[in-house]
C-alpha cells in the first residue's frame, strides 16, 4: 500500500511570512495527527483529526496554526505568521483509528524560517 | 510536555555489538512503543508492549517494561551499519489516550 504522502519536503521562508503543508495519509486510516520535531528532539504532538473532526489540539499555537481535515482524507497545516522557532520538521502520521496503536508517518517536511 | 525520556541520548558501538537503550515515562501508560528514525526520514515503527506484558522480542529486537519502575529498555543484538539511526519511545497514556514521543537516543554504529 502507498504511505503517508507529505508536501513540500522542504522550504525556506522569511519569519511573519506563511506557509502552507500538506498531507495525503494511507487510504483507510481514520485517524490523522500532526507532529512538530525540533532539531535534537522527539516529535510533539500538534493536532489529532478522527475522520474530519478535531480529537486534541491542544499543544497547536493556534494564534499562528491551523489544521483541517474537510473531507476527511488530506489534510493542510499552515502557519501564518511564521516565526523563528517554528523552524522543524512537521511530520504527519495516520492510524487506522484513534485505537490503533501503529502510527505510519511520512518523510516530513522540513521548515526553516530565516 | 514529553512523555518518555531517553538515555543515553547518543551511543556509538562497534558492529557487530549489543546497543541497549533506555527509557523512562512519568504517568500510567497502556502500551509503549518504539520507533526508528533514519536521518531525514519519517517514524517507523518497530515494537510495542503492553502494559501487562514483560519482555517482546522480534527479530533481533528485545523489549522490556518495567512498569513499577516506569522504565522500558530496547536492546538491538548484532548490530549492523544499517541500524544507526535515532531511536524513540512513545507511550499510549492512560490519562486521555495520547501518544507521547521521548527525545530520543542517537545510535551510530561504527564499521
Request: charge should be positive; proline fraction near 3%.
Amino acid at each position: 500500500e502507498a504511505g503517508v504522502a507529505q508536501s513540500p519536503r522542504y522550504k525556506i521562508i522569511e519569519k511573519r511570512q506563511s506557509v502552507a503543508f500538506w498531507c495525503n495519509p494511507i487510504s483507510g486510516h481514520a485517524t490523522l495527527y500532526w507532529y512538530q520535531q525540533i532539531l535534537g528532539q522527539g516529535p510533539k504532538l500538534l493536532i489529532q483529526f478522527q475522520n474530519n473532526g478535531v480529537v486534541d489540539d491542544s499543544q497547536l499555537p493556534k494564534d499562528r496554526f491551523s489544521a483541517e481535515r474537510l473531507k476527511g482524507v488530506d489534510s493542510t497545516l499552515k502557519i501564518q505568521p511564521a516565526k523563528l522557532e517554528d523552524s522543524a520538521v512537521y511530520l504527519c502520521a495516520s492510524s487506522l483509528d484513534s485505537g490503533a496503536n501503529v502510527l505510519t508517518f511520512g518523510a516530513g517536511s522540513r521548515l526553516t524560517v530565516l | 510536555s514529553q512523555q518518555g525520556e531517553e538515555d543515553p541520548q547518543a551511543l556509538s558501538i562497534q558492529e557487530g555489538e549489543n546497543a541497549t537503550m533506555n527509557c523512562s515515562y512519568k504517568t500510567s501508560i497502556n502500551n509503549l512503543q518504539w520507533y526508528r528514525q533514519n536521518s531525514g526520514r519519517g517514524l517507523v515503527h518497530l515494537i510495542l508492549i503492553r502494559s501487562n506484558e514483560r519482555e517482546k522480542h522480534s527479530g533481533r529486537l528485545r523489549v522490556t517494561l518495567d512498569t513499577s519502575k516506569k522504565s522500558s529498555s530496547l536492546l538491538i543484538t548484532a548490530s549492523r551499519a544499517a541500524d544507526t539511526a535515532s531511536y524513540f519511545c512513545a507511550g499510549r497514556m492512560n490519562r486521555d489516550d495520547k501518544i507521547i514521543f521521548g527525545k530520543g537516543t542517537r545510535l551510530h554504529i561504527l564499521p
